[in-house]
C-alpha cells in the first residue's frame, strides 16, 4: 500500500513540473520519430509484459528504461490513463535498456514476472530508483533490496536472470530498438502511432483520440 501510495503520489508533482516547464527532461525534446505509423511486428512481441486487459482495443506500447527518470516521472500519468478510460488501454512495456546497470534491473523485472510479482517489483524499482539508479553508477544491491520488499524471491530470481528466455527477451528488445531508431526513453506509441507532441497532455492526446475511433 504504501508503495502504491508513493508512485500514485508523484503525479501531482509531475504534473505541475511539466506543465510549468521545471521538470527537465533528461532529453529535451519533442519525439524524433516520424509521425508514420510503425510496424506492429517491431512494436508488439508476444514476450512483452502487459499492464492492463490483454485485449484491449487501444495500445500504449513504452519503450522503456527502469534506470530513466523521465519513465519514472511518466508512470503515474499512464496508470492515470489506464484507470481514466477502464478497460480500453493495455500498456505494453518494451526495454531500452540504455543507462548503465540497465539490463541487470530488467533481468529483475523479467526474474518477478515469473514469480507473478512483476508489477509490485515495477513499482518497487521506480520508488526505489533515485537510491540504486545513480549518475555516478548504479546501485544494483539496492535494487534487489527494493525487489525482495515487493515479494521477490531474490535467491531463485538470480538463478533465473540468465535463462535463455530472459536473456533473449533483452536481445530481440535490443534489435527492435535499434530498427526503429530509438535513441530516447521514454517513446511511445499508441495503435501504432508515435507519440510526436511529446509530454503528458500530447499521450492523453493521443490514447483519447484513439478510444473515440475504436
Not at 502504491?4 to 510549468?20: E, I, N, Q, S
Not at 490483454?54 to 499512464?78: K, L
Request: proline residues 7%; aromatic residues 8%.
Amino acid at each position: 500500500m504504501k508503495r502504491r501510495t508513493l508512485v500514485a503520489g508523484t503525479a501531482v508533482l509531475a504534473a505541475v513540473a511539466f506543465a510549468g516547464g521545471a521538470y527537465i527532461m533528461n532529453h529535451k525534446r519533442r519525439s524524433e520519430l516520424v509521425a508514420t505509423e510503425a510496424s506492429g511486428d517491431l512494436l508488439l512481441r508476444p514476450h512483452s509484459p502487459i499492464l492492463g486487459p490483454e485485449h484491449a482495443p487501444v495500445t500504449i506500447v513504452e519503450f522503456f528504461d527502469p534506470s530513466c527518470e523521465a519513465c519514472r516521472a511518466f508512470y503515474p500519468f499512464v496508470k492515470q490513463i489506464m484507470w481514466r478510460f477502464p478497460g480500453q488501454v493495455r500498456v505494453v512495456l518494451r526495454y531500452a535498456a540504455l543507462h548503465k546497470g540497465s539490463d541487470e534491473a530488467v533481468k529483475i523485472l523479467e526474474a518477478a514476472r515469473l514469480q507473478n510479482v512483476f508489477e509490485p517489483v515495477l513499482e518497487a524499482l521506480l520508488d526505489a530508483q533515485p537510491a540504486w539508479a545513480l549518475h555516478e553508477g548504479p546501485k544494483l544491491d539496492r535494487a534487489w533490496e527494493a525487489a525482495a520488499g515487493a515479494g521477490l524471491d531474490t535467491e531463485q530470481a538470480k538463478r533465473d536472470r540468465n535463462s535463455p528466455g530472459i536473456l533473449a527477451t533483452l536481445d530481440q528488445d535490443a534489435e527492435d530498438l535499434q530498427a526503429l531508431n530509438i535513441t530516447k526513453t521514454p517513446t511511445f506509441f499508441v495503435n501504432g502511432k508515435p507519440l510526436v507532441d511529446f509530454g503528458p497532455q500530447g499521450l492523453l492526446k493521443l490514447v483519447q483520440d484513439a478510444v473515440e475511433s475504436s
